[in-house]
């Protein structure tokens, strides 16, 4: 069984900072790309940052020069460091891999998403 385990999520004053960690675990062959996304209080589920195996990046507007998202290929692990928190960062923020369960095998994968509240 393949999984995304996050953690990091939790309550921070606007302005504050958090560093959200989400690991790949179970059998798969690679991993093309992991990322973020959010989803807000009323609001659809949006791309947040996201980064491919060769390091390429892509972020959202919104928080591009505040977010930086980085990856440990060695690990498996994806991490989301969130600078200059504002309130309207506050969603659930679910970790997503694009994974090759074996050659050809592709799998949309899923994170159970954790809580981030920023408070102004």
């Known amino acids: 069984q393949v999984q995304l385990v996050e953690s990091g999520g939790g309550l921070v004053q606007a302005g504050g900072s958090l560093r959200l960690s989400c690991e790949a675990s179970?059998?798969?062959?690679?991993?093309?790309?992991m990322g973020w996304h959010r989803q807000g209080p009323g609001k659809q589920r949006e791309l947040v940052a996201m980064?491919?195996?060769?390091?390429?990046?892509t972020y959202a507007n919104s928080v591009k020069g505040r977010f930086t998202i980085s990856r440990d290929n060695v690990k498996n692990t994806v991490f989301l460091q969130m600078d200059s928190l504002k309130s309207e960062d506050t969603a659930v923020y679910y970790c997503?891999?694009?994974?090759?369960?074996?050659?050809?095998?592709?799998?949309?994968?899923w994170g159970q998403g954790t809580q981030v509240t920023v408070s102004s």
């Open positions: 997503h891999a694009d994974m090759n369960l074996r050659v050809g095998v592709r799998y949309d994968n």
């Open positions: 179970g059998s798969f062959f690679s991993i093309a790309a």
């Open positions: 980064i491919t195996s060769d390091g390429t990046t």
